[in-house]
């Protein structure tokens, strides 16, 4: 799995989730049950992961829905 989106914005994460589905990609946010550990507030950032053979698709429908500049670059 290759880790596409790191970040703590639940709007960017279901909207990432949706496309990639819809896609057909596989999609895995971790770290979602890390809520427990800071207290609901959302300050543990999630991690949206894709198989690996899959990520160059996934990057061209973010890219191609706009928001190319959560895609992790490192």
Same mark, same amino acid.
């Given at each position: ?21 819809? #896609? +057909? ?5 971790? !770290? ?5 550990? !800071? +207290?609901?507030? +959302? ?5 949206? @992961?894709?198989?690996?053979?899959? #990520? !160059?698709?996934?990057?061209?429908? @973010?890219?191609?829905?706009?928001? #190319?500049?959560?895609?992790?670059? !490192?």
């Amino acid at each position: 799995m290759i880790e596409l989106i790191r970040t703590n914005d639940a709007v960017v994460i279901s909207f990432v989730e949706a496309l990639l589905k819809d #896609a +057909g990609i596989t999609v895995v946010v971790a !770290d979602q049950n890390m809520s427990v550990m !800071d +207290g609901s507030l +959302g300050i543990l950032p999630r991690r949206i @992961l894709v198989p690996e053979e899959d #990520a !160059d698709e996934a990057r061209a429908i @973010l890219v191609d829905a706009g928001i #190319a500049n959560e895609i992790k670059t !490192d």
